[in-house]
């Protein structure tokens, strides 16, 4: 099955860039989602279609998708982007499945 | 607005059985597919299984293929996991996902938990 990678955990100060990353094989090739988690909650969608923003997120996050590894970052950080990230693909050649990333904690320093 | 409230979580013996509902409403239900995605605690999201607006479609993990069932009644707006054969490793909170024309799940409920335990 298909699998995407993520590192466990970006530390990022205050007012810089948070970069995460999501391997997968040929990922370029795939629409990547990113969800953000924040403890306790339901997970809330933030980057559809590798760079697309749902309404009321924020343009400090965008999304990039190429060759084996997309990304999602983060500008400006605020302490309230603490939380865990995913990213996500429909993995259409092994019967539909949806793949989530193992996740990454961002915490801001 | 969009709401998705699920419930029947519980504490179940392994080898049991538990049905999980989700509540729909603020949105057409019947024109969308729907997911239940899962939580272990203190681990990362793991899709469970996908049910398209007209049941036409659905899909499972290989984790609970043969032993979970997804079904919604559009009439009821409503989403459901009858769960069997559980086992330890099936404990963790559900969430119930609305999924976009483009795959990627727009809306989640709160979440219900599952504790699978003697």
């Known amino acids: 099955s298909y699998v995407l990678t993520q590192p466990p955990s970006v530390s990022v100060a205050p007012g810089k860039t948070a970069r995460i990353t999501c391997g997968g094989n040929n990922i370029g090739s795939k629409s990547v989602h990113w969800y953000q988690q924040k403890p306790g909650q339901a997970p809330v969608l933030v980057i559809y279609y590798d760079s697309d923003r749902p309404s009321g997120i924020p343009e400090r996050f965008s999304g990039s998708n190429s060759g084996n590894t997309a990304t999602l970052t983060i500008s400006r950080v605020e302490a309230g982007d603490e939380a865990d990230y995913y990213c996500q693909v429909w993995d259409s050649s092994s019967d539909h499945l949806r793949v989530f990333g193992t996740g990454t904690k961002v915490t801001v320093l | 607005e969009v709401q998705l409230v699920e419930s029947g979580g519980g504490l179940v013996k392994p080898g049991g059985s538990l049905r999980l509902s989700c509540a729909a409403s603020g949105f057409t239900f019947s024109s969308y597919s729907m997911n239940w995605v899962r939580q272990a605690p203190g681990k990362g999201l793991e899709w469970v299984s996908s049910i398209s607006s007209s049941s036409s479609y659905i899909y499972y993990a290989d984790s609970v293929k043969g032993r979970f069932t997804i079904s919604r009644d559009n009439a009821k707006n409503s989403l459901y996991l009858q769960m069997n054969s559980l086992r330890a490793e099936d404990t963790a909170v559900y969430y119930c996902?609305?999924?976009?024309?483009?795959?990627?799940?727009?809306?989640w409920g709160q979440g219900t938990l599952v504790t699978v335990s003697s």
């Open positions: 996902a609305r999924e976009s024309d483009g795959d990627y799940l727009d809306y």
